[in-house]
């Protein structure tokens, strides 16, 4: 019974996080938290910090971590694919009618002028977690001070390297993340 | 045969190794499945990597799932999607489940902390390398409606943190108009 209890709860929130990430927060604090209190507001917390610290997906983070404590690792399974199922369905129908109609006119003008928006949304978001890497929680600051020029050094030497040698970014990531870190520990 | 389980490993492998090193979700993965799959495989055109961007994003669910899903189906069909699902889940599902047995631990830790925090700069110089190539290539068209509908856009979601949602619909509709107009004018 509570393992269909988690799927329906993760089937709701996949099915109304639309625009991914920090929409599905509230959701998932709404059906864990208050409707079924499988989670206190502080573990809800935990769980918001964590997900973001790890890969993946806050939705099947959250999904996971929940279905885990509650049911053990068949609820993490359940909550998962009761996350994803909306979205596989609606997700297929549109690929269905994107493949068999993308040579209409319409189709193609609504397209091209998606393409450059989701150029902006992504651009846009990765100045925000350079915004985070650079001046932390507090948001920009002119304040030199408040710069951490780690986090630019890293961003530039980075940034070199990618444009440079394309290297793969995977391995930009990591790598920042170790000779980041080690200064990090070192100051 | 061979060939097609080829490609399903193939897909099951690109997928799992870049949901495993996603950290910060959909916007994140998006630049590196552009850079696996049409840079380095070459399976599709870059034009269509955003148009099915386009349709992960204005659907509900995990952007990165949706995308992995269109991108599977595109390249190998409906078995293909379920691989590209299963390589993008099993990551997350797998990390989450060892890390909710010490949680605390692993939240307080500095060393973990440390290297997180040297990440974000790394995870926002690949965006940035994106960004740039993939805006480069709209500036060149010299399309007066793409750049406005490109600074619009941003403008929209940055400053003004307007629904995701209404900036694509709206962007959509510009697009097809302009399309429209330019159609009729060559009519006449």
Redesign the interface.
């Known amino acids: 019974m509570i393992l269909l209890e988690l799927f329906w709860s993760f089937f709701q929130i ?8 920090m929409a ?1 927060i509230p959701l998932i604090q709404n059906q864990v938290v208050n409707i079924h209190q499988w989670l206190t507001l502080t573990e809800f917390t ?1 769980l918001i ?13 959250s999904a ?2 929940v279905g ?2 509650i049911a053990g ?1 068949p609820g ?2 359940v909550a ?1 694919v009761g ?2 199922f ?3 369905i ?3 129908l ?2 269905w009618i ?2 068999k109609f ?1 040579e209409l ?2 189709v ?23 915004m ?3 001046w932390g929680e507090g948001g920009f600051s002119i304040n030199a001070q408040s710069i951490n020029f ?3 050094l ?3 030497t ?2 070199f390297i ?2 440079k040698w ?1 290297l ?3 391995y ?14 070192m100051i | 045969m061979e060939n097609k389980r080829r490609i399903y490993t193939k897909l099951f492998i690109s997928t799992f190794y870049l949901s495993a090193f996603t950290f910060g979700g959909g916007y994140v993965i998006i630049p590196l499945m552009k850079k696996k799959f049409v840079d380095d495989l070459q399976w599709l055109q870059e034009d269509e990597m955003l148009n099915l961007t386009a349709i992960a994003q204005s659907s509900p669910g995990p952007v990165a799932v949706n995308a992995a899903l269109l991108l599977g189906y595109r390249i190998a069909g409906i078995s293909g999607a379920l691989v590209t699902i299963l390589g993008t889940v099993l990551p997350p599902l797998i990390t989450l489940s060892v890390i909710s047995l010490f949680y605390s631990a692993f939240r307080d830790n500095i060393v973990v902390n440390a290297v997180l925090k040297g990440m974000q700069a790394g995870v926002a110089a690949v965006i940035a390398d994106v960004v740039l190539s993939l805006g480069g290539n709209v500036l060149k068209q010299k399309d007066g409606v793409s750049v406005f509908i490109m600074a619009g856009a941003f403008v929209a979601t940055f400053f003004l943190k307007i629904n995701v949602v209404y900036i694509i619909l709206v962007c959509g509709c510009i697009g097809a108009t302009k399309l429209l107009f330019q159609m009729k004018k060559k009519q006449k």
Do not use: W
């Open positions: 996949g099915m109304f996080s639309i625009g991914g990430g599905a935990d910090t964590i997900a973001e610290m790890t890969p993946g997906p806050i939705g099947i983070n996971t971590f885990i404590k690792l993490a399974i998962t996350c994803i909306p979205s596989c609606i997700v297929s549109l690929a994107y493949f993308k006119t319409v193609q003008g609504v397209l091209s002028g998606l393409r450059p928006t989701i150029v902006a949304l992504i651009a846009s978001a990765g100045l925000t977690i350079f985070l890497a650079v780690v986090s630019v890293l961003f530039a980075a940034l990618l444009r394309k793969n970014p995977v930009v990531m990591l790598g920042s993340g170790i000779i980041g870190g080690a200064i990090y520990l």
